[in-house]
């Protein structure tokens, strides 16, 4: 299974971009696709899930950033408007789908990078 990221890119402050993600490979389905990013020096963090029941958003990012799936592709988006220099970050994506043995496991991407200038 492969995650291929894009999108990213370098913007204004106030700007949008909008992150792509596509699955690729041998998997069944997927219950979940989700994006983290990871700024230097800090932990990694989740910034919103698209699942079967609805979504959920990090608060720092709630109002400003709409992840959606277009489940026919396994492709997921995420459309980040109004962006600010502390959201500058390495996004990465997520799905979430059987193993071999069919448990559970996160696939993850490589990674796109998003710089937003003050």
């Known amino acids: 299974v492969q995650l291929q990221a894009s999108g990213g890119g370098l913007v204004q402050a106030g700007g949008s971009l909008r992150l792509s993600c596509a699955v690729s490979?041998?998997?069944?389905?997927?219950?979940?696709m989700a994006w983290y990013r990871q700024a230097p020096g800090r932990q990694r963090e989740l910034v919103a899930i698209?699942?079967?029941?609805?979504?959920t958003y990090a608060d720092s990012v709630k109002g400003r950033f709409t992840i959606s799936r277009d489940n026919g592709k396994n492709t997921a988006h995420l459309q980040m408007d109004r962006l600010k220099p502390e959201d500058t970050a390495v996004y990465f994506c997520?799905?979430?789908?059987?193993?071999?043995?069919?448990?559970?496991?996160?696939?993850w991407g490589q990674g796109t990078q998003v710089t937003v200038s003050s």
């Open positions: 997520v799905a979430t789908g059987p193993d071999v043995r069919g448990d559970p496991y996160d696939y």
């Open positions: 490979g041998s998997i069944t389905f997927i219950t979940r």
């Open positions: 698209i699942y079967g029941g609805g979504t």
